[in-house]
């Protein structure tokens, strides 16, 4: 969805001190699928959590040549990896523990559903190193929880958050939904106050997509849920961004937003084409010039790994790609793009179409300070449409 009417946008100072490489594990399972996810994940089939976790061991050992930077962020995300027992957490850690030198990992963050926390799993958690907890709440409103088949309640959510600080864990990442079917914006803005008052270090918020083969899809097309229309998502989105700026939380990302200092190293590294390894049934890694993916089919898997064999597919990205996706994700940031950066990546062809295209935009589109390239607050609902006038011309 594009937006075209201004918006208050809020672009902290921000200089990211990236990871050198990240490292990926998906956990595919979980209790229930809500309705708008398009993730490769599945409801059941826990009876497979303990050779899922030997299966990552191993596929760590196949793969364990494809990182050459040590490794500083650590992210298990899902699914639900709060659906895994400690015994298995602890199993998974030990195991790549074995594999990799993670003593210089600095991000450690693990995946959590609210109503799946408690006082000793996350102690347990923590005891293992997790230093960042990363939690799907979505709303802070029953009835929209429900309606997008959310399996935790509001109060669940706080009570989750009071717990995870009271564990000593004090980087606690949560998501949040806007344009719920039926979401008023003065039930938005409940739920940003709620966040705020929560004190959580880091909210990402996205608006909700209507994803092709998703419940929400069908949904829809059967009249059962009308979409939010688009003025109210964009005053949504203008609320979201004045709130949080007024409570001192830096708009590092379209979607992301953190206090100071708390900014999520592991996705920082996604923005900035920084090398990670990603383990398990449908993950993906980046070596700086080829993508792999693992088949999103457990069973195609677990049966490879356990045969010995890797079981991603690679595709080499051209150099314009690799260029294309360097301008679109930079874009996306508060620090933006810097020309200087470009042109040591790709070269001076490439710096040089970028700089001649960008000079159009200057002075309405994007913004130019200190060499970076940035999208100014009144045009960053317009990203699309602005970075496709900078992408590789073939032709």
Not at 123 to 129: F, I, M, S, V, W
Not at 151 to 178: F, K, M
Not at 292 to 319: M, T, V
């Amino acid at each position: 969805m594009l937006f075209l009417k201004r918006v208050c946008f809020f672009w902290c100072t921000f200089v990211c001190d990236l990871a050198m490489a990240g490292l990926y594990i998906h956990i595919p399972f979980c209790a229930s699928k809500c309705i708008y996810c398009d993730f490769y994940s599945m409801p059941g089939h826990l009876d497979e959590a303990s050779r899922y976790v030997s299966a990552l061991v191993a596929e760590a050992r196949l793969r364990r040549s494809e990182l050459h930077e040590p490794v500083t962020t650590l992210y298990v995300g899902g699914g639900t990896p709060s659906l895994l027992s400690l015994d298995w957490v602890g199993a998974l850690v030990s195991g790549l523990s074995r594999v990799f030198d993670l003593s210089g990992v600095e991000e450690f963050t693990v995946e959590v559903n609210p109503d799946d926390v408690t006082a000793a799993y996350i102690a347990g958690l923590k005891a293992l190193g997790v230093n960042r907890v990363s939690m799907g709440v979505q709303s802070f409103n029953d009835a929209e929880l429900r309606l997008i088949n959310r399996r935790h309640t509001a109060r669940q959510a706080v009570d989750a958050v009071h717990a995870i600080h009271a564990a000593g864990i004090h980087n606690i990442s949560i998501d949040l939904i806007y344009g719920i079917p039926g979401q008023s914006l003065a039930s938005w803005r409940k739920s940003v106050r709620q966040a705020v008052a929560l004190g959580v270090q880091h909210i990402s918020a996205y608006s909700l997509m209507y994803e092709p083969g998703t419940r929400l899809w069908v949904m829809r097309e059967q009249g059962k849920v009308t979409e939010v229309d688009d003025d109210t998502v964009v005053a949504m989105y203008q609320a979201l961004c004045q709130l949080l700026h007024r409570a001192g939380y830096c708009h590092y990302e379209i979607s992301n937003f953190a206090l100071p200092g708390y900014y999520s190293r592991h996705n920082s590294s996604y923005w900035d084409l920084t090398p990670y390894l990603g383990l398990g049934a449908a993950a993906h890694s980046y070596d700086g010039q080829l993508r792999r993916h693992n088949p999103a089919r457990l069973k195609s898997y677990l049966d490879s790994i356990e045969a010995g064999k890797c079981c991603f597919e690679a595709e080499q990205e051209q150099p314009w790609e690799r260029y294309d996706e360097y301008v679109m994700l930079r874009l996306r940031t508060a620090a933006g793009l810097d020309l200087g950066l470009l042109r040591q990546r790709f070269g001076t062809a490439f710096a040089s179409y970028f700089h001649s295209h960008a000079a159009p935009l200057l002075g309405s589109s994007l913004c130019l300070d200190d060499g970076r390239y940035h999208i100014p607050e009144d045009h960053v609902m317009m990203t699309d449409a602005i970075t496709r006038d900078l992408l590789w011309d073939q032709d």
